[in-house]
């Protein structure tokens, strides 16, 4: 291979590593992957979780298709999205991580619109795997039903977040409760700790979500609640 041919190979291969970057490089579609990580979704479903329109919601995930970071499936005229491979999560994963390392700017805006949130004293996935297998904590699933049938945390209880209230009942109030949704920066964990901390229980959230807890290879159930 000459000087040539190595400096063609070389833009040609860039290039397609930074198609990558292009797809990552709207906040709509980062959103719409973190959605997707926690299950299958409809075109109409992602446009009224983003609060954008059905037809920029497809533009978007027209654009995370052809770079084969999610499939689609029909259902008669609806069409149904997921993540390609639990790889596309890593990279949005690792470049959540990177930006919390980089920009204070992440910070000063949990800060700003969480301010009660160091004061909930968030536990670890290592500190709640080793609780678990002590068996003196209770954990709940705050997050919809329908993702927590797909994939959730062994043992956990599944009582999202606006139903908080009717089942103050079936809690125990000798254990230690830890609530978890979709990642951390998910608010319906911080609602749920906060609802029950209001009542007189010992709640805590767990600083990640279900899709960081799988992603660290720790077992995953599925199956109603």
Known sequence: MDSDQKRSFKN???????????????ASRLELIDLLAQRERSVDELAEETGMSVAN???????????RLVRRRKDGTRAYYRLA??????????MRVLAESRLSEIEETVRHYLSDREEMEALSPDELETRLQDDDVVVLDVRPEEEYE??????????????IEEHLGELPEDKEIVAYCRGPYCVYSDDAVRRLREQGYD??????GLPDWANGGRPVAEGPA
């Not at 040609?12 to 709207?26: H, P, T, V, W």
């Not at 709640?203 to 990640?208: F, G, Q, V």
């Open 203 to 208: 709640a805590r959230r767990l600083k990640e």
């Open 57 to 67: 919601t497809s533009r978007h995930l027209q654009v995370l298709k052809k770079e």
């Open 150 to 163: 797909t994939g959730h945390i062994p043992g956990a209880r599944s009582i999202p977040v606006d139903q």
């Open 85 to 94: 491979g639990p790889e596309v999560f890593r990279a949005w994963r690792a």
């Open 12 to 26: 040609e291969l860039y290039d397609q590593f930074a198609r990558m970057g292009k797809a990552f490089s709207s």
